[in-house]
Structure formats: C-alpha cells, structure tokens
C-alpha cells in the first residue's frame, strides 16, 4: 500500500470493518466511521440483535496524506475497536468505568 488520502482510509476502513463483523456472524444494522477526537473509540449497543456502531479515530482532515505505517496503525485501531463489537459486554464495560479500571480492562483487550 502506497500513500492514501484520510478520507479515503477512512472509507476503507468502513467497508473492511463492516465486512468483517458480516464475516464474524454479526447482523450489522449500522456502523459509522468518524474521524474525531485524541484516539479511537467505539460506542456500541445491540438492538433485537442488530449491531449499531459508530468507531472514531484521531482527528485527521480528510484531505490529509497518511503514510503507510499510519494506516496500518489506523487498522490495528479498527481491530482493536471491532473486538469490543464482538467480544465486550456492554454492562461488563459500563461496570469498569463505573470503578475506573477502564483503561486496564481495555489493555488486556488490545491487540496491538
């Protein structure tokens, strides 16, 4: 992969994130990517079993030049983001911020 737009990875990513979740047996109703924000994120809900999620990732303008490392830690974000899809309980998550071990449950859920 050569250079890319901002905009451009971010549609990308959209596309490879939704297709992996279809992959991983999740009935996506919505996903939105938005590009905002110190670091990525994911705010995530299941209703009558369809996923709705929007992901953020650090701010970029869209018309911003990403190196090739940058879009590869911009995908291992979208990994990490599209786990919590999959594998957290949003109770579970809502508990750990409630004690404030947040950022430790999310450690061990990290992959990169």
Do not use: C
Not at 32 to 55: M, Q, V
Not at 83 to 107: E, F, M, P, T
């Amino acid at each position: 992969m050569r250079d890319v737009i901002a905009q451009d990875l971010f549609t990308g990513l959209q596309r490879t994130i939704t297709t992996s979740l279809i992959h991983a047996g999740v009935d996506v109703a919505s996903l939105d990517i938005a590009s905002e924000g110190n670091t990525a994120g994911t705010f995530w809900n299941y209703k009558e079993g369809k996923l709705h999620s929007r992901i953020t990732f650090p701010y970029l303008p869209a018309a911003a030049i990403v190196k090739r490392f940058e879009a590869d830690v911009f995908h291992g974000y979208a990994i990490h983001e599209m786990g919590h899809n999959l594998y957290s309980d949003i109770d579970v998550w809502k508990d750990a911020i409630r004690q404030g071990v947040s950022r430790l449950v999310n450690a061990f859920e990290d992959p990169r």
